[in-house]
């Protein structure tokens, strides 16, 4: 009999501490309500400076979209974030060099998640670009030297790219959606429905998601506390310096000239991901910049 006053008692308690819990996250929420913190979807947006008309239905409902999925993609967000920390201090001063605005540090985000990945068409590196479009953007592209993988000189050809766009379209927002639609593809649709603004266009599936997803990612990196993703400062990968070595003449054992440099074959192939092979032809004298790291190993 005591046994079960006991139990009574507990349950009495956890069932009265339950309301209290419930009743205070009530609270809070009626509070927010009050005021006027409703939910996470911001009030406002923009690519480029160019505003993003979320006040339009169909607009609003593809940014909610894009913005609930990679929220909720915790580990592809969060490597996101960390290499950024590596890899947009690289991207930035190019961008700004070349006069394109700082938001399009987002779209290498979303075309490779800001690794040398590889697509099933043959894209490839940080910017995402194929062989013939990266030679037209002044880059080498062959068995020996791939400066695809070459985050330099990759951003510089898309800056090349970027400018070329907007030059056609008058507009930030439409040079991000052809680098995905093509500037024929995207020129094309313009023609036929007879708009010149991205929101008011029909486009494939792939290029009416791009922009959003590039302004999803934005959002959720520039305000990463607000969605959660609470990553401290020493979990973010880190720069590591490194200097430049001229070559201007061919290496015939990549592997014996790491050693060379007092580190190994890995990590020479971590650093200057554009040497595709386990040697560098080289014989027309041309001049390339190899990195070696000074520390980190």
Request: proline share 4%; charged share 25%; net charge neutral.
């Amino acid at each position: 009999m005591k046994l079960i006053n006991k139990v009574a008692v507990i349950s009495t308690v956890v069932f009265a501490s339950g309301l209290f819990v419930f009743a205070t996250t009530n609270d809070a929420k009626q509070k927010n309500i009050e005021d006027g913190i409703v939910s996470n979807f911001p009030v406002k947006l923009d690519f480029a400076g160019e505003e993003t008309p979320l006040k339009i239905s169909d607009v609003m409902e593809r940014f909610d979209r894009e913005l609930l999925v990679n929220v909720n993609l915790h580990a592809s967000t969060i490597l996101a974030i960390k290499r950024a920390n590596r890899a947009f201090p690289v991207i930035e001063p190019i961008l700004k060099k070349n006069g394109i605005p700082d938001d399009f540090k987002y779209l290498a985000v979303i075309e490779s998640g800001l690794v040398n990945a590889v697509s099933p068409a043959g894209a490839r590196g940080v910017w995402q670009f194929m062989p013939d479009t990266a030679k037209e953007r002044g880059m080498e592209v062959t068995e020996n030297v791939d400066q695809r993988y070459d985050l330099e000189k990759s951003t510089e050809a898309a800056c090349s790219y970027f400018l070329s766009a907007k030059g056609k379209f008058g507009s930030w927002t439409l040079a991000a959606a052809s680098y995905n639609g093509g500037m024929s593809g995207v020129n094309k649709q313009i023609g036929i429905q007879k708009v010149s603004d991205y929101y008011d266009l029909l486009l494939t599936e792939e290029t009416s998601r791009y922009v959003f997803r590039i302004l999803a990612l934005k959002e959720i990196m520039k305000n990463q506390v607000k969605y959660e993703f609470n990553i401290l400062p020493g979990d973010l990968y880190e720069i590591l310096p490194t200097k430049k070595i001229e070559i201007d003449s061919s290496i015939t054992d990549l592997a014996a000239f790491a050693k060379g440099q007092g580190i190994n074959y890995k990590i020479l192939k971590i650093h200057n991901p554009w040497l595709r092979e386990t040697k560098l032809i080289n014989d027309t004298g041309k001049k390339y910049q190899i990195e070696i790291p000074l520390k980190g190993y």
